[in-house]
C-alpha cells in the first residue's frame, strides 16, 4: 500500500459517431482516404461560417443524462486560441464558459466495493487533425480536424490504477450502449489523458503530471502504476517533481517525456463570434431518450436466472446482445446456451453479414425441441443446414427428413433387442438404477443416429426393464 494519497483525474476526448463533422458537412469517416474530407469550413477559409450539428448536441445531451448531469439550458460556443499543425484555424471551438452538462457520477464496483466517480462537466468541442510520426517526419491527417467529440472531465477522486480503468470502461460501455460513439482506444475514438500527484496525507495536493493518449486500458493501467512508483520514488529521496506532460510508449513499456510545463497557457478564450447563443427548449431536452444502460440489462439478466459468463459477454459485445433480444423465446436460458453453443461459433467464423441463420429461425428451431418434432442433436444439425442454405426450416426439415423417431413399436422393438444383448447390466438395476438407465438409453440414441425421442424412450425403457425384475 502506498503510504501517500495518489490523486488522479481523468479527461476523455470521446469522438461522436456523427455522420458529418461538428460545424461543416464534411463526412465523419474514419476509414476515408487520407486528407480526403476536409472542407473549406474546418480550415477557417475566409468568408466561411460553421453551422452546428444537431445530432452531436442530441448525443451530448444524451449523455449529459445518462451521466446525471446538470444540462445547460443555452447552447454557447467559444474559441481556444493556440497555434499547431494539428489545427489549420489557427483556433478550435469548444465550451469554456458554459459546458453542455455539469456535475455527474459514474459508478465503478471493485471487489463489491461501489464508489462514485464523480464528473465535473462535459463540453461539446471540434478534434484536431490526427498526426503521424514516421522517423524524424509528421504527417497530418486532416480527416480529423473538425470531427464533433465530447470532452469528460472528471474530479481529482480517483485514487489507484484498477479505479482508473473501471471508470474509462465505463465510459467505454456507455458511450457504446447510447450508440453516440464506437469509443475505440486502439483508433483513437476515445482517447484518456490521465493527471497524477501524490502527496502525504492532511498535505495539499502534490505537483501534477499529464499522461496523454494512452490507447488500451492494459496500457492505462500500466502507465498509472509507472507513475505512481516514479513519483514514490522521488518523494521518498526528497527530490523535487515538476509538472510534465508524457506519453506511455507501448513499445518500450514506460512513460517518456514530450515536455515541461513551466507556465499555464493562456488560451485567450473568447465567445465564438460566428455562432450565437441558441436556446435550448425544456421540450427540446425532454424529447431526447436515452437507451437502456449495461447496467439495467445486467440487473434484467440476473433476474431472470443467466448464466453471469454469458451475461458479462452479451455485455461486450452489443451486435450479440441485440442478437440474442430478438430470439424472442419464452426460455431465456434455454435460448442463450442455444444462442452461445451454436450460434456463437458461427458468427466468429463468418460474421454477422454472412450469418444465413437468424433470431426468427432459432425460434422456430427451439419450438421445434420443445414440443419434440425433433431432437436436440436435430436442433444442432439444423442450424448448420439453414446457415447453409436459402431454404425455411419446415423446407429444411421436410428435405432431410428430420423428425424425432416418436413409433412406440418401434421403439419397444429396439429397446427388448438391446435388454437382450447386455442382460447383464440388469443385475445393476436395483443398486445404480441411474448408471443402468443411462447406458441403455445411450445405446438408443447410438442405434437411432439420436433421432429417438428421449422423453418416451425412456419411459418405455423404464417399463420394460421393471417388468423383466
Not at 471508470?167 to 467505454?172: A, E, G, K, L, T
Request: charged share 30%.
Amino acid at each position: 500500500m502506498n503510504k501517500y494519497n495518489v490523486v488522479i483525474g481523468i479527461e476523455i476526448h470521446l469522438e461522436l459517431n456523427t455522420k458529418s463533422k461538428m460545424f461543416s458537412s464534411a463526412p465523419n469517416d474514419f476509414n476515408a482516404p487520407v486528407n480526403e474530407n476536409v472542407n473549406l469550413i474546418d480550415i477557417a477559409y475566409p468568408g466561411t461560417m460553421p453551422t452546428v450539428n444537431k445530432e452531436a448536441v442530441i448525443k451530448a445531451i444524451q449523455l449529459a443524462k445518462v451521466l446525471k448531469m446538470e444540462i445547460e439550458s443555452h447552447l454557447c460556443f467559444d474559441r481556444k486560441n493556440y497555434y499547431y499543425p494539428d489545427l489549420p484555424k489557427g483556433f478550435q471551438i469548444t465550451q469554456q464558459f458554459r459546458p453542455i452538462g455539469k456535475n455527474g457520477v459514474v459508478q465503478i464496483e471493485q471487489n463489491n466495493n461501489k464508489k462514485n466517480i464523480e464528473i465535473e462537466r462535459i463540453h461539446i468541442e471540434e478534434d484536431t487533425a490526427k498526426q503521424i510520426h514516421k522517423e524524424n517526419l509528421t504527417y497530418l491527417n486532416y480527416n480529423r480536424a473538425g470531427v464533433p467529440l465530447i470532452e469528460i472531465v472528471t474530479k481529482p477522486v480517483i485514487n489507484n490504477a484498477n479505479e482508473a480503468v473501471l471508470y474509462v470502461d465505463q465510459i467505454i460501455k456507455i458511450a457504446k450502449f447510447l450508440n453516440i460513439s464506437d469509443a475505440k482506444l486502439e483508433e483513437g475514438s476515445l482517447r484518456a489523458d490521465i493527471n497524477i500527484s501524490l502527496n502525504k496525507p492532511n498535505e495539499v495536493f502534490g505537483t501534477k503530471v499529464e499522461i496523454k493518449n494512452i490507447n488500451s486500458l492494459n496500457n492505462i493501467k500500466k502507465a498509472i502504476e509507472l507513475e505512481i512508483q516514479e513519483q514514490t520514488k522521488k518523494l521518498d529521496q526528497n527530490l523535487k517533481i515538476t509538472q510534465q506532460t508524457k506519453r506511455f510508449d507501448d513499445i518500450q513499456q514506460k512513460n517518456i517525456v514530450m515536455r515541461e510545463k513551466t507556465d499555464s497557457v493562456d488560451y485567450r478564450y473568447f465567445p465564438e463570434p460566428n455562432i450565437p447563443i441558441m436556446k435550448l427548449s425544456d421540450n427540446f431536452i425532454n424529447s431526447i431518450k436515452v437507451n437502456k444502460m449495461h447496467w439495467e440489462w445486467i440487473e434484467e439478466y440476473q433476474q431472470l436466472g443467466i448464466n453471469n459468463k454469458f451475461i458479462e459477454q452479451l455485455i461486450n459485445d452489443i451486435d450479440l446482445l441485440n442478437f440474442f433480444e430478438e430470439i424472442n423465446y419464452e426460455d431465456k436460458n434455454k435460448s442463450v446456451k442455444f444462442l452461445f453453443s451454436e450460434i456463437v461459433p458461427l458468427i466468429k467464423n463468418n460474421g454477422y453479414k454472412n450469418l444465413k441463420i437468424q433470431p426468427k429461425d432459432i425460434v422456430e428451431i427451439l419450438n421445434l425441441e420443445k414440443n419434440n418434432s425433433i431432437s436436440s442433436k436435430q436442433a444442432k444439425e439444423l442450424v448448420i443446414y439453414k446457415n447453409n442454405e436459402e431454404l425455411n426450416i419446415q423446407e429444411l426439415v421436410k428435405k432431410y427428413k428430420i423428425q424425432q423417431l416418436e413409433n412406440i413399436d418401434e421403439i419397444s422393438a429396439l429397446i427388448e433387442t438391446l435388454i437382450e444383448k447386455n442382460k447383464e447390466m440388469l443385475n445393476d438395476y436395483s443398486t445404480r438404477r441411474e448408471r443402468v438407465l443411462k447406458f441403455f438409453l445411450g445405446q438408443i440414441m447410438k442405434e437411432t443416429k439420436g433421432n429417438a425421442n428421449p422423453q418416451l424412450a425412456n419411459k418405455i425403457l423404464i417399463e420394460k426393464i421393471e417388468k423383466i425384475n
